[in-house]
């Protein structure tokens, strides 16, 4: 059997301080919720970070801008140029590209998403644009500058736990689960792809997590009682998004370099767990938040 001539990865700490030094590092989506998490946390471990978002960043923010590690960038996921000028950003300010996080994307309710027999076409489509669309030119970007430089790179996707354990009486929005769905698909095809160009690509399909997204569910008492029950862990609780920011690090660190084509569910226990909607019976369909 060959043996490895590479450093163990296993004995690279996500955790410690520093794991990802001399990382320059691009965020689609990433000035709220979940993408700014990471970004802070991707800071905080040593990267240099060019965020992308249409939402400028909150006053209250702990992390200013700075020329040495931080850029924000208003933009749009589903404009074709933005990956690519977001990459280029980073390698001209920062000297050099290693890691794409695509996070972009959201509900398509307001566009009609829900039950399959109810959602107009315009619907369909603007819901697969905003979260399968807008992956798939961020991570063609990607892929293209690593293959131009000859260099690995690692790409790393936001899925749902939807795609693969739905709720169809609490989160029945068959859109947004369809484009989650296929977001895997494209991240495993890919994956076999550009492999032998040491091109990792991974996705974390996190379960319900309190960010701006998930304001309605926050505050709707039938959701609150199901996730006590389908998340069960750390007493049955919604997620938060620092929960999800070690395996962004980890992901987008050297400390994965062995790792690809993987779905790492971080989702407090949705995806195996046996939750109905309510003990005594089913509510009526809602749509997802």
């Given at each position: 059997?060959?043996m490895?001539?590479?450093p163990?990865?296993?004995?690279?700490?996500?955790?410690?301080?520093?794991?990802?030094?001399?990382?320059?590092l691009?965020?689609?989506?990433?000035?709220?919720?979940?993408?700014?998490?990471a970004?802070?946390?991707?800071?905080?471990?040593?990267?240099?970070?060019?965020?992308?978002?249409?939402?400028?960043?909150?006053a209250?923010?702990p992390?200013?801008?700075?020329?040495?590690?931080?850029?924000?960038?208003?933009a749009?996921?589903?404009?074709?140029?933005?990956?690519?000028?977001?990459?280029?950003?980073?390698?001209?300010?920062?000297g050099?590209?290693?890691?794409l996080?695509?996070?972009?994307?959201g509900?398509?309710?307001?566009?009609?998403?829900?039950?399959?027999?109810?959602?107009?076409?315009?619907?369909?489509?603007?819901?697969?644009?905003?979260?399968?669309?807008s992956?798939?030119?961020?991570?063609?970007?990607?892929?293209?500058?690593?293959?131009?430089?000859?260099?690995?790179?690692?790409?790393?996707?936001?899925?749902?736990?939807?795609?693969?354990?739905?709720?169809?009486?609490?989160?029945?929005?068959?859109?947004y689960?369809?484009?989650?769905?296929?977001?895997?698909?494209m991240?495993?095809?890919?994956?076999?792809?550009?492999?032998p160009?040491?091109?990792?690509?991974?996705?974390?399909?996190?379960?319900?997590?309190?960010?701006?997204m998930?304001?309605?569910?926050?505050?709707?008492?039938?959701?609150?009682?199901?996730?006590?029950?389908?998340?069960?862990?750390?007493?049955?609780?919604?997620?938060?998004?620092?929960?999800?920011?070690?395996a962004?690090?980890w992901?987008?660190?050297?400390?994965?370099?062995?790792?690809?084509?993987?779905?790492?569910a971080?989702?407090?226990?949705?995806?195996?767990?046996?939750?109905?909607?309510?003990?005594?019976?089913?509510?009526?369909?809602?749509?997802?938040?």
């Amino acid at each position: 059997m060959p043996m490895a001539t590479s450093p163990d990865a296993t004995a690279i700490d996500p955790a410690r301080a520093g794991a990802l030094d001399g990382r320059c590092l691009v965020i689609i989506g990433g000035t709220r919720g979940l993408g700014w998490s990471a970004a802070q946390a991707c800071l905080r471990q040593g990267a240099r970070v060019i965020v992308v978002g249409r939402d400028p960043l909150a006053a209250s923010s702990p992390i200013e801008p700075t020329e040495s590690t931080l850029e924000v960038i208003l933009a749009d996921a589903r404009d074709p140029e933005t990956a690519e000028r977001a990459i280029d950003c980073c390698v001209r300010r920062f000297g050099g590209f290693h890691g794409l996080y695509h996070v972009a994307g959201g509900s398509g309710r307001a566009w009609g998403d829900g039950p399959l027999h109810e959602i107009p076409l315009g619907g369909w489509q603007q819901t697969l644009d905003l979260n399968l669309t807008s992956a798939f030119l961020s991570n063609g970007a990607a892929i293209r500058w690593f293959l131009r430089a000859k260099q690995p790179g690692c790409i790393l996707n936001c899925g749902s736990v939807l795609a693969q354990s739905p709720s169809p009486d609490l989160f029945g929005t068959v859109a947004y689960a369809t484009a989650k769905s296929a977001l895997e698909g494209m991240t495993q095809a890919a994956a076999a792809a550009y492999a032998p160009h040491d091109i990792r690509v991974n996705l974390l399909a996190p379960g319900l997590t309190a960010t701006p997204m998930s304001l309605r569910a926050q505050s709707n008492p039938a959701i609150q009682d199901f996730i006590t029950r389908k998340q069960p862990l750390d007493g049955g609780r919604m997620g938060r998004p620092e929960d999800l920011d070690a395996a962004v690090v980890w992901l987008l660190s050297e400390g994965s370099r062995f790792v690809t084509g993987q779905v790492i569910a971080v989702d407090g226990g949705w995806s195996v767990s046996a939750a109905t909607a309510h003990p005594t019976g089913h509510f009526p369909t809602l749509k997802a938040p």
